[in-house]
């Protein structure tokens, strides 16, 4: 069984899964690795029979601390206030920083499926006063929580320190605001200059009513007490989260201690590294989420994150790379495993509920789906920038019948897909112009390289009318060993120089599958045939 329908089989009862986001700044793909796997968490409770609500909440009482995602007039007037209180920086007419960034995206939710039964903004539940009684009870027990800090965490708070933030009521501030004392209905707070280096406090001082949303509970709290507030049951954290000691352990304790329940089942998930870096949503570091969601469909981006299980780290680098048509690649590879199709390579265990839960709809007949046609996501990027190749017809032909209407549905997307893609990440590589007549660069061949392309027109002869990129990229392979070749570059190279006039390019079978084959076989006699004194040209 997958990972998930593990999880489902060993909880009973009706079940709650939650997560939340701060909308610190423009929020990266890799945050979308949470509500996936949430989603795929509710996919498999409420399959296994159990009633579950799903919760996405959004963290916008938090403090603003995004210098950089500030203009520099905004600085010193926003840094420290409630992500809600800041303006939306855009002008576009959201309510505040927080709807703006929050709302751009959770639009791509919507498009992935995920459908959370309720949306919570926190800024909208502490003026509710929901949350009073757990301000009360951690003001209360302040003591207890400085020693569970210090137990757990190693993090030493002063005596006088009081687990709460006041919503400074002269300047706006909640990230500056430090409560030294509490009397059983109002707290004592301090607005310092000095209290975080990212942000300073305007010097007010005095007693005020924690109360009705003049104050928020500090993060590891505020997340215990939301469990408690909402019945969670189930929650999945980042990795950087669940370490020892870490945020996740803080809370447990509190919420065993403080508000005396036990804390929600953990799922604990790696990050989205984009070269080998953590993204940072604050420090806009990472590739936006929904720039990403409009270039990768929703199956393949939910395909992204469902392919390794949540503890392993994902490794996913868009920009100049072929990272996009190798998950177009590895998503095809598990739909035809799927389909009970033999494919090459291995295949990791699971593959059929990874497949069943990277489609959009929970009810899809998932062998008919996994069954359908689909056509090479980087084929179809060659295809696209051959002048005068009819695509439809060309992938119809592959297919050796008539598309279906779910199987142009997805050619329509994988097309769209393609052009975004080379718009706004193809490496050049992938960006090619078929040169229509034969190119002067083919002078700089060797005699290998000639005798190369000569053999592979001659095999080529044995190919149907319309051969794939699979079958392209075999023959080359095959004669290139036939002529004891030692690498594979150097023939490639003399495909490329036939072809496009320089010595690099897409993968060279799906480059002469995008071609008439007639043409194929023409231009690599020609290119076999030139010498370096007509310098370039047939001999």
Known sequence: MDWADELA?????????????????????????????????T??????????????????????????????????????????????????????????????????FDGLGIHPDRYYWMSEIYPTGALDPFIRTALDKAALVREIYRRVANVQHSDAWHPLAVVCPNCG????TIVTQW????????????????????????????????AKLPWNLEWAAQWSLFGVTIEPGGKDLSTAGGSRDRSDAIAREVFEREPPLNVPYEFLNLGGRKMSSSKGVGAAAHTIAEV???????????????????????????????????????????????????????????FRYSLLDPNADVQATAALFRPAFAHLALLEQIPGVDVAAR??????????????????????????????????????????????????????????????????????????????????????????????????????????????????????????????VRRLLEAADATPATNGAPA
């Open 296 to 354: 990768v469909p929703p199956e393949q981006l939910r395909f992204l994150f469902l392919r390794p299980r949540p503890n392993q780290a994902i490794e996913f680098d868009p920009d100049g790379t072929d990272a996009v048509p190798r998950l177009f690649d590895e998503f095809d590879k598990f739909a035809a495993a799927t389909a009970g199709r033999e494919v090459k390579g291995e295949i990791a265990p699971g593959y059929e509920a990874t």
């Open 43 to 108: 996919r498999a409770l409420r399959a296994n029979g159990h009633e579950t609500t799903l919760l996405y909440g959004v963290d916008d009482m938090d403090p603003m601390d995004a210098q950089a995602l500030l203009t520099p007039d905004a600085i010193d007037r926003e840094m420290g206030r409630p992500l809600a209180h800041v303006p939306d920086p855009s002008g576009d007419c959201h309510e505040s920083y927080a709807r703006h960034f929050a709302g751009v995206f959770i639009d791509v």
């Open 395 to 520: 992938v119809e032909t592959e297919k050796g019948s008539q598309l279906t209407g779910p199987e142009l549905a997805i050619l329509r997307e994988r097309v769209a897909a393609a052009h975004a893609w080379l718009d706004a990440y193809a490496p050049e590589s992938a960006k090619v112009a078929i040169q229509e007549e034969l190119p002067a660069a083919v002078s700089e061949m060797t005699d290998d390289m000639r005798r190369y392309l000569r053999a592979v027109a001659i095999a080529a002869e044995t190919l149907p009318p319309y051969p794939g990129g699979a079958e392209w990229q075999d023959l080359l392979f095959k004669a290139a060993v036939g002529l004891g070749m030692r690498t594979n570059r150097q023939s490639f190279a003399a495909i490329y120089l036939a072809f496009l006039g320089r010595d690099s390019g897409p993968r060279a079978g799906w480059l002469l599958a995008s071609l008439d084959k007639d043409f194929v």
């Open 173 to 176: 501030k909640i990230g500056t």
């Open 183 to 214: 009397n059983g209905e109002e707290v004592f707070f301090e607005c310092r200059a000095d209290l975080v280096t990212w942000a300073r406090g305007c010097g007010t001082s005095g007693w005020i009513s924690p109360f009705g949303g003049n």
């Open 9 to 41: 089989a060993r909880v009973s009862g009706p079940q709650v899964v939650n997560d939340s986001k701060t909308p610190s700044g423009t929020i990266h793909v890799g945050s979308l690795r949470g509500p996936v796997i949430l989603d795929v968490i």
